[in-house]
């Protein structure tokens, strides 16, 4: 079992910055990638930036530019640095972890832009 525990979400003018991390717990597993998806009222879970153990990151059109994912591998934590942020980046933001064999998510964390 995996855990992952998110934060650094909150409410920010747009055109501000947010900092998201996520660590992951627990033992005897071996992480290939994390990413973060977010989900907004009404609307489907989307993909919002992904990186792999190796260090290969994927990002949505709609972030591209403004938000950078990282990670510490050695404490198994990633981070997701949101600048620029606009109104429409208001949703609920999840971390996920994914292994050869089992997929994670976090509670999720509340990102609310303003305008």
């Known amino acids: 079992q995996v855990q992952l525990v998110e934060s650094g979400g909150g409410l920010v003018q747009a055109g501000g910055s947010l900092r998201l991390s996520c660590a992951a717990s627990?033992?005897?597993?071996?992480?290939?990638?994390m990413g973060w998806y977010r989900q907004a009222p009404g609307k489907q879970r989307d993909m919002v930036a992904t990186?792999?153990?190796?260090?290969?990151?994927d990002y949505a059109d709609s972030v591209k530019g403004r938000f950078t994912i990282s990670r510490d591998n050695a404490k198994n934590t990633v981070y997701l640095q949101m600048n620029s942020l606009k109104p429409e980046d208001t949703a609920v933001y999840y971390c996920?972890?994914?292994?050869?064999?089992?997929?994670?998510w976090g509670q999720g964390t509340q990102v609310t832009v303003s305008s």
């Open positions: 996920n972890a994914r292994g050869a064999f089992w997929n994670f």
């Open positions: 990186i792999t153990s190796g260090g290969a990151t």
């Open positions: 627990g033992s005897g597993f071996t992480i290939n990638a």
